[in-house]
């Protein structure tokens, strides 16, 4: 059993920064990869980003390079997505997700633990 708990989320103005938090705790050691994914109201949930665990290899949707950076602390048992220059269309519930699969790392569907989300609103 592993448990994902987000923190982070809130309200900010177009242009400001935001750094979500996502603490793993319980069986972490069968993580292969953790994901952040975003779902705005709808709309289907998407991939944001991954980190591998091992390595810190990461992945990013291509219209979200360049402004988010996922980025993990092993000690901490934690992964953070920061966000720069937000906008407004990135307002949508934030969640933290972890696979011990290697492939198809953008699906939802690969990954079988999941946080309970945290909200990110951004004003414009």
């Known amino acids: 059993q592993v448990q994902l708990v987000e923190s982070g989320g809130g309200l900010v103005q177009a242009g400001g920064s935001l750094r979500l938090s996502c603490a793993a705790s319980?069986?972490?050691?069968?993580?292969?990869?953790m994901g952040w994914f975003r779902q705005a109201p709808g709309k289907e949930r998407e991939f944001v980003a991954t980190?591998?665990?091992?390595?810190?290899?990461?992945d990013y949707a291509d219209s979200l390079k360049g402004r988010f950076t996922i980025s993990r602390d092993n000690a901490k048992n934690t992964v953070y997505l920061q966000m720069n220059s937000l906008k407004p269309e990135d307002t949508a519930v934030y969640y933290c997700?972890?696979?011990?699969?290697?492939?198809?790392?953008?699906?939802?569907?690969?990954?079988?633990?999941w946080g309970q989300g945290t909200q990110v609103t951004v004003s414009s």
């Open positions: 997700a972890a696979t011990r699969f290697a492939v198809n790392y953008r699906r939802t569907q690969t990954y079988d633990s």
């Open positions: 980190i591998r665990w091992s390595d810190s290899s990461t």
């Open positions: 319980g069986r972490t050691f069968n993580f292969y990869r």
